[in-house]
């Protein structure tokens, strides 16, 4: 069975500073996929950034870059100089094995002003 | 282009009522997905399809929940005899190819009363 566990319900982050999201999984795939999704209030679900398992070097999108250390298999999420509109739930989700994504509980990231 | 579409996007059933719910998968996509989020947690995987075909029905909680995906594109996921658990939101996701990024619809929020 694949799991993937967010230890924290919920962060807080003052506008501009940085803030880390921690994500932990466990799977006997040894190919798979590693996801941050982004769940604003009402709004859709929207992919944050990827990461493939086999590629060392952790992925970037802008502001957002990941941590990934595999042996571990811990997967958190930095967001940089943080900004109102990324307020939201964020979803760590693992796709291994088959196409379904297996997603943790989410964290709620409030942005203070 | 369109994104994903759900409709209807609020429904409420009273309990023992048969429900669809609707799916529009962004054109194109090999792939479309459903999940099942209940309040404050995680979506969780209800099935998949990849064009007509259900490749994996596993996360399907009872006989009472069918879906279907005929000619490849929409795809409809009925509930039967609707349950007070069965209230949540039901997320649907497209994906161009196996293993791509997937496109989430906004859900359609049900409510069994």
């Known amino acids: 069975a694949q799991t993937v566990t967010q230890s924290q319900p919920e962060m807080s982050v003052q506008e501009a500073e940085t803030v880390t999201l921690s994500c932990t999984y466990d799977t006997s795939e040894s190919d798979y996929y590693l996801f941050w999704y982004k769940q604003p209030p009402s709004r859709q679900m929207i992919l944050v950034i990827r990461?493939?398992?086999?590629?060392?070097q952790n992925a970037t999108e802008n502001r957002f870059s990941v941590n990934f250390q595999k042996a571990a298999k811990s997967f958190s999420l930095k967001i940089s100089d943080s900004q109102l509109g990324d307020a939201a739930m964020y979803f760590c989700a693992l796709q291994g094995g088959s196409e379904k994504l297996v997603f943790g509980k989410g964290t709620k990231l409030t942005v203070n002003p | 282009g369109a994104g994903v579409s759900q409709s209807p996007r609020y429904k409420v059933a009273k309990r023992g009522q048969d429900v669809a719910l609707r799916c529009d998968p962004i054109?194109?996509?090999?792939?479309l997905f459903w999940y099942q989020q209940a309040l404050g947690q995680g979506p969780e995987f209800l099935t998949y399809?990849?064009?007509?075909?259900?490749?994996?029905k596993s996360g399907l909680p009872s006989d009472r929940f069918f879906a279907e995906r005929p000619e490849g594109s929409v795809s409809t996921l009925k509930i039967q005899r609707t349950q007070q658990e069965d209230s949540a939101v039901y997320l649907c996701a497209s994906s161009r190819q196996k293993f791509y990024e997937q496109y989430f619809g906004p859900g359609t929020r049900l409510t069994v009363t």
């Open positions: 990461q493939e398992a086999y590629k060392q």
């Open positions: 399809f990849q064009n007509e075909a259900q490749l994996d």
């Open positions: 054109s194109g996509h090999v792939s």
